[in-house]
C-alpha cells in the first residue's frame, strides 16, 4: 500500500488581494489541479469569492478540464464567439484573422457591470478567465462584492428588496450595447426572459447578496420606466457599497469567481491599437433563491 503522504497535498497558500475581495493562490498550477487537491481550492472560492492565480499555462483543454470539476460549462448561446474545437470556451479577441487589432471591441456588454448568465433561469455558477494577449494599458476586469452591499444597505431597505424580484434578459442587455448586431431569432427563442429575487441566499454559503447587474430589464409588478430607474439607480448603489477589487491583467493570469456574489465589468482599451485575447469559460449553477 502507498504511504499515504506521497499523495497528500500541501496546504493551500493563500495572499489576499489588494481591498480585501479576493485572494491569490500562490504555487499553484491550475493545469495540475485533480481531485484530491480541488476540495481545498473550492472551499477558498466560495470564502474569498475570486481566486487568482499568477503566470499559468493552461492549454485550452486543460481550461475546460479545470471548468468541469466546478459543475456543467455552459456552451453560450452566441455563437461566434466558441473557440474552435471547444464550445464550452467563449474568445473574446479584438483581432482579426491575420492577428491584426480590428477597432471593434468584442462584448461590450462586458463594460457593464453583470453577472454571468443571470439572463437564464439556472444562473452562472463560476466564470473563469484565462489571459493569453494584454493591450500595454486599459483592458483591466473589477468586481465588486454584492455580500457587502446588501449587508450595507439598511434592514428597512432590505427588507423591501427581499420582496422584489427582477426579470434578466439577454436580448435586453445585448440590443442596449450592441444595437449593430442584434440576436437572431432562434437565439431569442433560446433564450426568453426569467426572473429572479433581487435579494438571494447563496446555496451554498447561505449568505443573502444582491443578484442584479445590467441583464436585469424590468421589475415584476412595477410599471416597466418605473423599474428600469429602480434597476439603475440601485445598480449604482450597489456598487458604490460594495468593496470593489480592480485586476490588471499579466499573460498567464487565471481569474476564477463566484457570479452569484460578484458583479464584475471589464475597463475599456485601444482595440484600433492593441490586442486583447482572454479565454473564458462559465459554469451552469442554479436557479436563485
Ligand atoms: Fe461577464
Known amino acids: ?19 480585501g475581495l479576493g485572494a491569490e493562490v500562490l504555487g499553484r498550477a491550475v493545469a495540475d489541479v485533480d481531485e484530491s487537491s480541488f476540495p481545498a481550492l473550492y472551499d477558498a472560492f466560495l470564502v474569498h469569492q475570486l481566486l487568482l492565480f499568477r503566470d499559468q499555462v493552461l492549454p485550452p ?16 448561446v452566441m455563437d461566434q464567439y466558441h473557440a474552435s474545437e471547444y464550445p464550452e470556451l467563449y474568445t473574446l479577441s479584438n483581432l482579426d484573422a491575420a492577428g491584426n487589432p480590428t477597432g471593434k471591441h468584442p462584448d461590450r456588454g462586458t463594460l457593464v457591470w453583470h453577472t454571468d448568465g443571470s439572463w437564464r433561469r439556472a444562473t ?33 431597505e432590505r427588507a423591501r ?55 436585469a430589464e424590468s421589475v415584476v409588478g412595477m410599471d416597466y420606466a418605473e423599474g428600469r430607474a429602480f434597476i439603475d439607480a440601485l445598480n449604482e448603489r450597489i456598487v458604490a457599497l460594495a468593496r470593489v477589487y480592480t485586476h490588471r491583467w499579466r499573460p498567464g493570469d487565471f481569474m476564477v469567481w463566484d457570479n452569484r456574489c460578484l458583479l464584475h465589468r471589464a475597463e475599456s482599451y485601444d482595440t484600433a491599437r492593441e490586442p486583447r485575447v482572454i479565454r473564458r469559460c462559465t459554469i451552469i449553477g442554479e436557479v436563485p433563491a
Open 161 to 215: 428588496l427581499e420582496g422584489m424580484r427582477a426579470v434578466h434578459n439577454l436580448n435586453f442587455s445585448r440590443n442596449r450595447r450592441h444595437g449593430e448586431e442584434p440576436m437572431t431569432e432562434a437565439q431569442r427563442a433560446a433564450v426568453p426572459p426569467v426572473d429572479h429575487p433581487i435579494v438571494r441566499m447563496h446555496p451554498e454559503t447561505g449568505r443573502k447578496c444582491i443578484f442584479l447587474g445590467d441583464h
Open 124 to 156: 452562472g455558477q463560476a466564470t473563469m478567465l484565462y489571459a493569453e494577449r494584454l493591450p500595454s494599458s486599459g483592458g483591466g476586469t473589477q468586481w465588486a462584492d454584492m455580500y457587502a452591499a446588501y449587508e450595507a444597505l439598511d434592514p428597512a
Open 61 to 76: 483543454a486543460a481550461q475546460v478540464a479545470f471548468a468541469r470539476r466546478f459543475g456543467e460549462v455552459q456552451v453560450h
Open 1 to 19: 500500500m502507498p504511504d499515504r503522504t506521497l499523495v497528500l497535498q500541501a496546504p493551500l497558500t493563500l495572499r489576499s488581494l489588494p481591498g
